[in-house]
Every structure is written in C-alpha cells, then in structure tokens.
C-alpha cells in the first residue's frame, strides 16, 4: 500500500478511534451518573424504610406503654373496688351486730328510720313491717311517732304493726292500700347510699 492510502487508512482509523474514544466515554458518563441516581435512590429508599421502621417502632412502643398504664389503672381500681367493698362489707357486719342488740342507739337509730320513711310517705295511715325482733323495741314508742309525723306531714297517722320481714334491721312503711311503699331497711339504704359513700369511702381509704 502506498504511502497516500496509508494516510488515508490511518485517517479513518484515526478518526474511528476517536469517535469510539469519544463514545466509550460518553457510555461511561451515563453509567456513572446511572449508578450515581441508583444510589442516591437507594439511599433515600433506605432512608424511607428505616423512617417507616423508626415510626412503626414508636408507634409499637407508644402502644405497648398505653397497654401497660392501662392494664395498670385497671389493676389499681379493681384492688380499690375489692377494698371498698371489703369496708362496706365490714361496716355491714357491724350495723349487723348493733341491729341485734337491745341498745338505746340502735332504738333510736329505728325510730328515726320509722319517721323518716313515714315523713315522704306523707303520713296517713301507714303499715309498718319490721323484723321479728325490732317489733318490742318501737311498740311503746308508737304513738309520740304518730304524733312527730303529724307534725311534720300536716296529715293525721296512725302505724300499724304488719307482717315480720327479713332483714338486718330498718323498716319497710307503705300505705293501707299499698300504693306506696318505702324500703328503708338497713340493706335498702346501704345500697341507696353506696354510691354517694364510695366516694367518701374512698377518700378516706386513698388518701
């Protein structure tokens, strides 16, 4: 070959060893920017799923924390409920014992209930139901009852002995006719003013 094809062979390699020079480095650009956005989007992708897991932690921690303090405050009020009733049931036991005695307070303690459950009745001419045992304690005391709830009602009463109940202690009064009646046994009242003492009660226990 002579020498002016070999300048002209050499030109054309020349100018293709260029152009591939040219082309490999251009390809190597896009790789490298191709792996450049791969790894910035695996990083913020990493950065996603660790947020997601930190929340999901938190959120699982925040969780468990409200179960604890819930089965907590749960555990506290039922140890409270059981001590509660545990006084009621021991204030029961002792109303229980004064109700079987013959004493002066106890006798006045039901002549007071006698009244009381008279006096919203209105008066009139009322049934009284006691247990067995109260029914000698009131007997003499009948008539200045008739008369205090009189005075009180502005109605002319009379109290009749009825039937014997079971109960602790207290009286049951309702009408002749029975239209209406008020249970203000001891058990009957103890129920009525649980409520209202549970919260006294409970001052007094977690104070």
Known sequence: MNSGADKIVSSIISDAQSKADVII????????????????????EKEKILENANKQSAMKYQQLISEAKMNSRRAELEAREE?????????????????????????????????????????GDLILSLKADDVAKVKDA???????????????????????????GGAVVKTKNGDIEVNNTIEARMLRFKKALRSEVAKILFK
């Open 25 to 44: 480095q251009e390809a190597e650009r896009e790789t490298a920017l191709i792996v450049e956005e791969g790894e910035k989007e695996a990083v913020l």
């Open 83 to 123: 001590i509660i009733e545990s006084a009621f049931k021991r204030a029961e036991d002792e109303l229980k014992k004064i109700a079987s005695t013959d004493s002066d307070e106890y006798k006045e303690s039901l002549k007071k209930i006698i009244e009381e459950a008279s006096i919203e009745i209105g008066g």
């Open 142 to 168: 009948i008539s200045s009852l008739e008369k205090n709830i009189e005075g009180k009602t502005g109605t002319k009463t009379t109290l009749e002995i009825g039937e014997n109940i079971a109960t602790i």
